[in-house]
């Protein structure tokens, strides 16, 4: 069982704040890149935030400067951290684990 848990989605105002987490139960967490990704309504699921065993990190242009990826290895947890929210971030977020396994997503709301 490898299927990632996300959390800490919800409804929030634009120009808020919100914090995700995902959890993963696979061995040698610290070997696999994590990601974010995102879906809204009519659009293709895109990366959001990405981080690399090593640390590295990348991530949209849209959510640059404002959204913050990290990771706990120790806790098998990544997380993403999201501030100064639009209504255009509203979307489905979902934790990738080694670019091959995915999370059922958490639901974010922003509203205007």
């Known amino acids: 069982q490898v299927q990632p848990v996300e959390s800490g989605g919800g409804l929030v105002q634009a120009g808020g704040s919100l914090r995700l987490s995902c959890a993963a139960s696979v061995s040698m967490f610290s070997y696999h890149a994590m990601g974010w990704y995102r879906q809204a309504p009519g659009k293709q699921r895109e990366l959001v935030a990405a981080?690399?065993?090593?640390?590295?990190?990348n991530y949209a242009d849209s959510v640059k400067g404002r959204f913050a990826i990290s990771r706990d290895n120790a806790k098998n947890t990544v997380y993403l951290q999201m501030n100064s929210l639009k209504p255009e971030d509203t979307a489905v977020y979902y934790c990738?684990?080694?670019?091959?396994?995915w999370g059922k997503g958490t639901l974010v709301t922003v509203s205007s």
């Open positions: 990738n684990l080694g670019y091959s396994y």
């Open positions: 981080i690399t065993s090593g640390g590295s990190t």
